[in-house]
């Protein structure tokens, strides 16, 4: 398939110089490295080649893109489907239904992506072949090490017999490859220090007593309005109470760390990302590789130990040569050797009324892919049945029973009320407010 249809698909004019000299390295390299910092494109980077040595005549699987993420799986699959290619994806992740997996294992998928855990129980399991799989990569392999998954990383690729080509993508610059993953004399393609990667970062400090933070972190909410807000925090507990504060001021906002059930956090990105909510509350499981929208703020509600999380954590903003502003929250007590305490004090003597509105709130359709229904089906019957104008309509993702689409805030009323009782592909379908 043609990179010009592919970019037209994916709505992008051109790849850009990491993504270009990824290609040109794939057609004349056979293990590659690529270091590059998280939003710089690196999903498009490794699966264009791995689409170049796709075969048509092959029905098993022939390419594995290892993930330490559920989240970053399901990003990966989208990014794959929008391309429009001939090929079949699939994914597999702890936390989903295995008997799901297997039986979409029936019609072996071109790529599998998947979580270490999950891939190597459905090899251990024969519940798929990997016989003819002569691509592999492995995506954020720096957080995936940190997070325990070299066992299953090198079962994973020791069950590989026919490899021809490896890739790992690294958001840090790794110090030494692991022998495990057989790469050898790759070819280093270092974008970590790129001009064009930096951030245009602001850093505001906001001095708070420890009993008084909470109060503190909601009065920034309130003096940022009505911009996306990622607040971070070194654990669960934070998050929820944040999260109950906010919500008890009528402030929809989403929570994410891995207490949470993955459908509730699922919910959350989902919300995040169409503009159902403004703010993301979260320990450092969203500091890497999860596909949520530019952020303009990114609030250290409690400062992780080491510099390279509150780095990550950071580069959630300002991606892509965007502009950010970085609030660093703390007591005059404390100090770490990687934040410069004589960065900008904040003011937050005024008083600041709480922004509770949103532009669009998410509406549940009780059909999916299973039921044949996809994107365009469920514009035409909310505009058609309805009553929505097209710019009414924002981000619609289907699930496997089940689409959510962001409707804007001032229809949701007489929107209901038009689609009680009627039919989506003549099938008479529940719909209301997605659930908090």
Do not use: W
């Not at 507990?237 to 993955?262: M, P, W, Y």
């Not at 503009?275 to 979260?282: E, F, P």
């Not at 892919?369 to 019957?381: L, Q």
């Amino acid at each position: 398939m043609e990179i010009t249809k592919i970019l037209q698909n994916l709505n992008i004019e051109t790849l850009n110089v990491m993504q270009s000299e990824v290609l040109a390295a794939s057609e004349k390299k056979d293990n590659i490295i690529l270091l590059s910092p998280t939003g710089s494109g690196k999903t498009l980077a490794f699966l264009l080649p791995i689409l170049s040595k796709l075969q048509e005549n092959i029905t098993t699987v022939q390419a594995v893109v290892i993930v330490p993420s559920r989240e970053l799986a399901l990003q990966i699959e989208d990014v794959f489907k929008k391309m429009r290619t001939s090929f079949k994806i699939n994914t597999c992740y702890g936390g989903h239904s295995t008997k799901i997996e297997v039986n979409n294992f029936k019609n072996p998928p071109a790529i599998l992506v998947g979580t270490p855990g999950r891939i190597a129980f459905h090899i251990r399991e024969n519940n798929i072949s990997v016989k003819n799989v002569s691509s592999f990569v492995l995506d954020e392999f720096d957080k995936a090490l940190e997070m325990g998954f070299q066992n299953d990383m090198e079962f994973i690729i020791q069950s590989f017999k026919k490899v021809s080509f490896r890739m790992l993508t690294s958001a840090t610059n790794l110090k030494k490859i692991p022998d495990f993953t057989g790469i050898e004399n790759p070819e280093r393609i270092q974008f970590l220090k790129n001009e064009e990667a930096i951030p245009d970062l602001s850093f505001k400090k906001v001095v708070s007593k420890s009993e008084e933070k909470l109060e503190t972190v909601i009065k920034l909410v309130g003096k940022i309005g009505k911009e996306t807000v990622v607040i971070f925090c070194n654990h669960r507990d934070a998050v929820d109470r944040i999260s109950e504060v906010l919500t008890k001021k009528g402030v929809s906002n989403g929570c994410f760390h891995g207490g949470l059930e993955q459908a509730d956090r699922e919910r959350a990105l989902m919300k995040f990302r169409n503009k159902s909510s403004r703010v993301l509350i979260t320990t450092d499981l969203a500091a890497r590789g999860l596909d949520i929208p530019e952020i303009g703020h990114v609030i250290h509600y409690q400062i992780p130990d080491k510099e390279d999380a509150f780095i990550h954590r950071n580069g959630r903003t300002a991606r892509m040569k965007a502009k950010g502003t970085v609030y660093v929250m703390i007591t005059n007590e404390e100090h770490f050797d990687f934040i410069d305490l004589d960065m900008e004090i904040e003011d937050l003597s005024g008083k600041y009324k709480i922004e509770n509105a949103t532009d669009f709130k998410t509406i549940y359709i009780s059909a999916g892919k299973k039921d044949k229904v996809n994107k365009v089906d469920i514009v035409g019957y909310l505009i058609k049945t309805g009553g929505l104008n097209k710019d009414d309509i924002g981000l619609i993702e289907v699930k496997d029973n089940q689409s959510f689409v962001a409707v804007s805030s001032y229809k949701i009323k007489s929107l209901l009320s038009s689609l009680e009782n009627t039919k989506l592909k003549n099938k008479k379908v529940k719909i209301d407010l997605a659930r908090e």
